[in-house]
């Protein structure tokens, strides 16, 4: 099957500071990128979807400038938490769409864990 | 973003008994997936429904996707101690676009006890 990876698993940061996340497709290409954000004992939310070459659409009360999304090649998306505060504490997932499977496949990474102290 | 409705939310059950879980939506989808994910992991995609009234197994795993579109049931038979986990419904509208998106469930926290 396809294999999504990210990259960190997880990561503790100040408060202030920004934190890239890398989201890669390991044996497919991807033109299309899914983050997501997951708090304890919840579902996933969508935040935006990467588009290789192009600008990611957000989702309604995503903060663009906030979240910054850059999917420069069609194996690697990239996520950044621009000056990272408490609340931005969560799970973030990508998943990655894959042309060889049907058209509602999607793959998810295992997942990046954000501490923002 | 809007969420399915997914029933019950959590479940403690015996070894060896069968599960059932349900996801209902107010809207159609023309996909549902079934998902699990393990603490600290990410999703992993179990089952995925592509026709009104299809019913498909996968191992101990039976799902069917409802013949008003608006609903899905998991079930799963025989349980075991690997399949703790939380399970997640999901919906999708079509191939392309903003449709892709999926629309996840609120989730079931499945325990199984020895």
């Known amino acids: 099957g396809a294999v999504v990876s990210q990259h960190p698993s997880r990561v503790i940061c100040k408060s202030g500071t920004s934190v890239k996340i890398e989201c890669r497709s390991l044996?497919?290409?991807?033109?299309?990128m899914f983050w997501y954000r997951q708090f304890p004992k919840q579902s996933l939310m969508l935040m935006a979807t990467s588009n290789e070459g192009s600008k990611a659409t957000y989702e309604q009360g995503v903060e663009k400038d906030k979240f910054l999304i850059n999917h420069a090649s069609l194996t690697l998306s990239t996520l950044t938490v621009t000056s990272a505060h408490p609340e931005d504490s969560s799970f973030y997932i990508c998943s990655a769409r894959s042309p060889s499977g049907r058209f509602n496949e999607q793959f998810f990474g295992p997942g990046t864990r954000l501490t923002v102290l | 973003g809007q969420q399915l409705n997914q029933s019950p939310q959590s479940m403690f059950i015996q070894e060896g008994e069968d599960v059932s879980m349900n996801c209902t939506s107010s809207?159609?989808?023309?996909?549902w997936l079934w998902y699990k994910q393990d603490p600290g992991e990410g999703p992993v995609l179990l089952i995925a429904?592509?026709?009104?009234?299809e019913l498909t197994s996968n191992g101990r795993l039976t799902a069917q996707f409802g013949i008003t579109r608006k609903d899905s049931f998991l079930n799963i038979s025989a349980s075991i101690p690997s399949d703790v986990g939380i399970y997640f419904c999901?919906?999708?509208?079509?191939?392309?676009?903003?449709?892709?998106?999926?629309?996840f469930g609120s989730g079931t926290q499945l325990t199984v006890l020895p």
């Open positions: 999901a919906g999708q509208l079509g191939p392309s676009g903003s449709a892709r998106q999926l629309t």
């Open positions: 044996d497919f290409q991807a033109t299309t």
């Open positions: 429904l592509y026709k009104a009234g």
């Open positions: 809207s159609i989808f023309n996909t």
